[in-house]
C-alpha cells in the first residue's frame, strides 16, 4: 500500500503551511490568552477554500478526499490546535448534509457552511448523557397541527455553539424508544426559544469556544428533520467515526511540532559543555517520540484513506484518534520536559501544546470508548 503523497497532495500541504505561518500562527498564542473565537481567520481559511474539501463541487465544495483533510487539519494544528479543532469540528456540519440530508437541505445549507463563512454544529452531549448517549433527555416533539418540532432540553460542551450559525441537534422524536427514538434536527440560529447558556472555561484550545444550548419550546419546521425519525443514533455515531479521524489529524499535527520543536532545542541548547542532543537519554527520548508519531501518522492516514475508498473504518479510526491522542500527549511532555523550564513558560509554545493536546483524549469520544469500540469489533460482539 502506497501512502506516498501525490504531487497535488504535496502543494496543497504547502499552500497550507504557507497560509498557517501567514495567517494562524502570529495569533496563535494570543486567543490562547483571550479565548476569542477567530472568526477574521475561520473567514480565511473559508476563502483559501479549507471548509470545503471532500464536498462536491456542485454543493460549493472543492472536491478531495478525507486524507488532503487530514494534511490540512494536522498543518493548522501544528502552530495552533485550536484553529485546527474548529476546522475540523465544523466540518462534520456539510458532511451530515451530505450523506443524510434532503437535497433541499444540501442545497439550502451545504453551500455557505462551505464558502460563505457560515458555522455548524454538532449538539449530541448533555449533561447526563456524555459517553452514554442513550441517557439523553432533550426531545423533539412533533406538534401535529402546525407541522413543527418542539424542542426542549439541554446540551452540553458543545464546540462552536455560541458562535454556530445552524446546529445539528440531537433529541428523542420518540422517548419510550430511547436511542431507537433519536432523530436529527436542524435549528438556526436566532430561532426563539435557541439560547446559548454557560460559555465553558477551558484548560486548552481556548479559542475553540465550547458552549451549552438550551431549547426551550424551541419551534423548527418538519422539514429540518435529517434522515428519518429515530434514526438519529446512527447519524450521530457515523458522523463520529469521520470526527475521529479529524481529530487524530489534530493529535498528529501537535506531536509533529513538538518533536521538531525539541529536536531543534535540543541541538541548540548547551549543558556541560556540549549540546543535549549528545547525551544518550535525550537521544531515547526522541527515538520514542519520532517512532510514536510515524506509527500514529500511518494509522491516521489509513483510516482516512479507507473513508475515501468506501470501506469501512470505524475500527480504525478508533484506532488512530486512541494512538494519535495517547501519542500527542506523551510527545507534547517529553519535548517539554526537553525544553526544561523555558518549556514551562508561556514564551514558548509547548505550554500551550501541551493543554492542547489532553482533549484530543477526551472529545469525539475518550480514549476508554475507543477501547470499547476496538474490542467489540476484535471480539465480534
Request: hydrophobic share 40%; charged share 25%; aromatic share 8%.
Amino acid at each position: 500500500m502506497d501512502f506516498n503523497l501525490t504531487e497535488g497532495q504535496r502543494m496543497l500541504q504547502k499552500v497550507v503551511r504557507e497560509f498557517v505561518e501567514r495567517e494562524i500562527e502570529p495569533i496563535a498564542a494570543e486567543i490562547d490568552k483571550t479565548g476569542v473565537f477567530p472568526s477574521e481567520t475561520f473567514q480565511k481559511m473559508t476563502d483559501l477554500g479549507l471548509t470545503g474539501i471532500s464536498i462536491p463541487e456542485e454543493y460549493g465544495g472543492c472536491g478531495g478526499t478525507d486524507v488532503d483533510k487530514v494534511i490540512v487539519v494536522s498543518e493548522i494544528a501544528r502552530k495552533c490546535a485550536a484553529s485546527a479543532a474548529i476546522l475540523s469540528i465544523h466540518s462534520i456540519f456539510p458532511q451530515v448534509l451530505l450523506h443524510f440530508g434532503s437535497e433541499e437541505q444540501k442545497r439550502k445549507f451545504i453551500p455557505p457552511a462551505v464558502r460563505g463563512g457560515c458555522l455548524g454544529a454538532f449538539a449530541l452531549t448533555e449533561p447526563d448523557a456524555g459517553s452514554d448517549a442513550g441517557a439523553a433527555k432533550t426531545t423533539a416533539m412533533l406538534d401535529e397541527e402546525t407541522g413543527e418540532y418542539v424542542l426542549n432540553g439541554t446540551k452540553c460542551f458543545i464546540s462552536g455553539g455560541s458562535q454556530a450559525d445552524v446546529v445539528l441537534v440531537f433529541a428523542l422524536t420518540d422517548p419510550k424508544k430511547g436511542l431507537k427514538g433519536m432523530s436529527c434536527i436542524l435549528v438556526e440560529k436566532g430561532t426563539p426559544g435557541f439560547g446559548v447558556g454557560k460559555v465553558e472555561e477551558k484548560m486548552g484550545i481556548h479559542a475553540s469556544e465550547t458552549a451549552e444550548l438550551i431549547f426551550d419550546n424551541c419551534r423548527v419546521p418538519k422539514e429540518n428533520l435529517v434522515g428519518k425519525e429515530g434514526k438519529g443514533f446512527g447519524i450521530a455515531m457515523s458522523a463520529l467515526d469521520g470526527a475521529r479521524i479529524g481529530v487524530g489529524a489534530q493529535a498528529l499535527g501537535l506531536a509533529e511540532e513538538a518533536l521538531e520543536l525539541a529536536v531543534k532545542y535540543a541541538k541548540e541548547r548547551v549543558q556541560f559543555g556540549k549540546p543535549i542532543a549528545k547525551l544518550q537519554g535525550i537521544q531515547w527520548y526522541i527515538a520514542d517520540m519520532a517512532t510514536k508519531t510515524e506509527a500514529a501518522k500511518w494509522l491516521v492516514y489509513y483510516a482516512a484513506s479507507l473513508k475515501d475508498t468506501g470501506k469501512p473504518y470505524t475500527k480504525e479510526a478508533a484506532m488512530a484518534k486512541l494512538n494519535a491522542s495517547e501519542n500527542a500527549r506523551f510527545v507534547t511532555n517529553l519535548a517539554l520536559q526537553i525544553h526544561g523550564g523555558y518549556g514551562y513558560m508561556q514564551d514558548y509554545p509547548l505550554e500551550r501544546m501541551y493543554r492542547d493536546a489532553k482533549i484530543t483524549e477526551i472529545y469525539e469520544g475518550t480514549s476508554e470508548i475507543h477501547k470499547v469500540v476496538i474490542s467489540r469489533a476484535m471480539l465480534g460482539k
